[in-house]
């Protein structure tokens, strides 16, 4: 009785469709086959087989090994069974390089190396990628193409395809995107015995073919589409299912801050010229700085300083008297691509003027009829360039108008676009939210009259004008800056003088529900500008105050001495806090730029009460200390300071109010 039942048990597997059963149905239940790590050895030690990085990801350059060198028998992954699946995915990270016409590179082959026949192919061409497999039937055996055009892959980045086969059906998924199907009329063979056959990792057995691009992942899945284990994804085109252990990591990110494990090269390239962007395609290449003479390599999205003297300012030094139509009381710097640098004078007088800078000053360029401009504001809507200017004075028919000028391509000039009614208009103020344009003008006064509306217009796609979009009561407003706090957006109003005193709230609204509405008021004197800026995480609010003054009070010279003051945002109070104090003669205006990694602040020191000749005064950022005086700048009358970059350096100019003449200079650094 005990042997029957032992041997009922010995043959129970083989007749019960049952678990017993199916660990010996051909190859549907295997795990995903990094074919890749087969063929390479571990320590990456093949002969010919160079570890390579490009774009921030590794692969293998298989081009100088020969092809036997790079295969093993395909025993020793089917090894319960030696037909290959009839339904599977073939998954492939590759950088390809381009091809001539017409010639074509294996991927992957699957050879019968006694007759040297080939089962199973992948191959690209510049403008196809081919899936081949051997069909056979009773009158013989021959050779099946399944080619899917156009898949994008000579251009020179990664991209991973997932070729998933199943009956008659071929798709083709490349980065995720929308899969390419083929229902071929002849389905992938159900019984495609690979006994005695051969994998071949980038080519067909001989020389001829051989893949000479840079390989991540080759990776077969057995009985399965592999996209849904790959997609969605974060990064499309370097989704892993499966990559051997050395070329898993990142360049600078070695685990566990060891030695690199393994030896790699870089694809490395040197950018000069201008700052260029940090992403996926500039990962892991260099940029040099020639103007800061600094080495800086792309690491994640920014760029990484790796040979760098530290770039600090020595001094300033005058580097241009830039001779002016008349008096200047703002200057704006900006820069039109594939044009050139400019820089608008706004003039007291009746003409006032645009600037190039050509062969390293700048010279003049285009004259603009104005009436007693007090400001320009360069912005831009899509590809259209404009510049308004904030006009004082009436115009000849005694119309107060502000003019919108816009670039003309064709013209290389700036031409009348519109005109917008304002008020001894000081200042404009440019800026988008949510996609939308906006101009906000500081109206003074009108009349004698000091307390009116200022005005925020908004541009209207369809009639490609500004229109009045809100109106904000001001009291001799002066200036407007607009800023953005994480999702919100903020715009600050300097008032200079209420008809009767300078002593005045200025005011900071917040955009909310579609318009801004008051967020904070500021305790102010004679307030002429405001300038925002951030180190690091920190966001300041600095104000410019010009004088004390009050009809009842008489006027004594140290009332244009008084303090600047500038702001720090306290996020968990919500709120602008008084961060610092800094002594000023009439400030006017605050300008903020860096050098190298310190911070500056410079002022526009007008008038001490007895002369227009005061210094004005150049901050550095001491964090802890706040900001504290390094240099002292002789101005006359100074009313406004821009600082700009150029391939040579970096420069501030500086207009005076008291006389036609602005000066460039240049800031020397070591």
């Avoid at 083989?14 to 390479?40: K, M, S």
């Avoid at 001989?206 to 790959?230: C, E, I, N, W």
């Avoid at 704006?332 to 004078?345: N, R, S, W």
Wanted: with cysteine; glycine share 6%.
């Amino acid at each position: 009785m005990s042997a029957l039942l032992t041997l009922c048990v010995v043959l129970l597997p083989l007749v019960t469709p049952g678990r017993g059963a199916r660990r010996w149905e051909p190859c549907t239940d295997l795990r995903p086959l990094d074919v890749l790590a087969e063929a390479v050895p571990p320590d990456g030690s093949a002969v010919g087989v160079r570890v390579m990085q490009v774009q921030g990801a590794r692969g293998l350059q298989l081009s100088a090994a020969a092809p036997h060198a790079l295969s093993f028998p395909a025993s020793r992954i089917f090894f319960r069974c030696d037909l290959f699946p009839e339904e599977f995915s073939i998954v492939v990270t590759l950088k390809v390089p381009s091809l001539p016409p017409k010639k074509n590179e294996y991927l992957l082959a699957v050879v019968a190396e006694e007759r040297d026949s080939l089962l199973l192919g992948l191959r690209y061409s510049p403008t196809q990628l081919h899936f081949l497999f051997l069909s056979e039937d009773g009158a013989g055996a021959w050779q099946t193409r399944v080619s899917f055009r156009s898949p994008a892959l000579v251009d020179g980045q990664w991209h991973v395809l997932v070729l998933a086969v199943s009956e008659g059906s071929f798709s083709l998924t490349t980065d995720c995107g929308p899969a390419v199907d083929i229902m071929a009329d002849m389905p992938f063979p159900a019984t495609l015995s690979v006994r005695g056959a051969r994998f071949f990792i980038g080519s067909r057995r001989r020389t001829k073919g051989r893949f000479t691009g840079l390989v991540r992942q080759l990776v077969l899945l057995p009985g399965s589409d592999a996209t849904p284990r790959l997609c969605p994804c974060v990064n499309p085109e370097l989704a892993v299912l499966s990559i051997p252990a050395i070329l898993r990591g990142l360049t600078g990110k070695p685990e566990d801050n060891e030695v690199l494990k393994y030896p790699y090269e870089t694809d490395m390239k040197v950018t000069l010229g201008p700052r260029p962007p940090c992403t996926k395609a500039e990962d892991a290449q260099f940029w040099f700085d020639a103007s800061r003479k600094g080495l800086y390599l792309c690491v994640g999205s920014e760029w990484v300083s790796v040979l760098a003297a530290k770039e600090r300012l020595d001094y300033v030094e005058e580097h241009q008297s830039l001779f002016t139509n008349s008096e200047t009381l703002g200057i704006e710097v900006f820069v039109i691509p594939e044009t050139g640098l400019f820089v608008a004078t706004a003039n007291r007088k009746t003409t006032s003027a645009i600037y190039k800078w050509t062969d390293g000053k700048f010279a003049s360029y285009q004259d603009i009829p104005t009436h007693q401009a007090q400001s320009w504001r360069h912005f831009t809507i899509g590809k259209k360039v404009f510049l308004a200017v904030a006009n004082f004075e009436p115009n000849e028919k005694g119309q107060e108008f502000s003019v919108i000028y816009k670039w003309s391509q064709r013209r290389l000039r700036f031409t009348p676009y519109q005109r917008v009614p304002t008020h001894s208009a000081r200042d404009w103020e440019a800026f988008e939210v949510a996609g939308e344009h906006f101009l906000a003008v500081a109206n003074h006064r009108e009349g004698d009259n000091h307390n009116i509306d200022s005005v925020i217009y908004k541009w209207n796609p369809g009639t490609r004008l500004f229109e009045a979009n809100q109106t904000i009561a001001t009291s001799g407003a002066y200036d407007w800056e607009f800023f953005t706090v994480g999702p919100y957006a903020f715009l600050a109003v300097a008032n200079a003088f209420n008809g009767t005193s300078t002593r005045l709230q200025s005011n900071l609204y917040v955009r909310l529900g579609g318009s801004f509405q008051l967020f904070q008021s500021f305790l102010t004197f004679g307030a002429a500008d405001w300038e925002v800026f951030h180190i690091g995480e920190r966001v300041f609010l600095a104000v410019a105050n010009s004088h004390r003054y009050d009809v009842e009070m008489r006027v004594q010279n140290d009332s244009y001495v008084i303090n600047s003051v500038i702001y720090e945002l306290n996020v968990t109070a919500q709120t602008f806090v008084r961060f610092q104090e800094i002594r000023t003669c009439s400030a006017l205006d605050w300008e903020f730029f860096s050098v190298g990694e310190d911070y500056f602040l410079v002022v526009a020191n007008s008038f001490d009460g007895n002369t227009f000749s005061v210094n004005s005064i150049i901050y550095r950022w001491q964090g802890y200390e706040g900001f504290v005086a390094v240099h002292s700048l002789p101005t006359f009358g100074c009313r406004d300071w821009e600082a700009f970059r150029t391939a040579a350096g970096s420069y501030l100019v500086y207009s005076s109010a008291k006389e036609p003449l602005s000066r460039v200079l240049k800031l020397r650094t070591g």
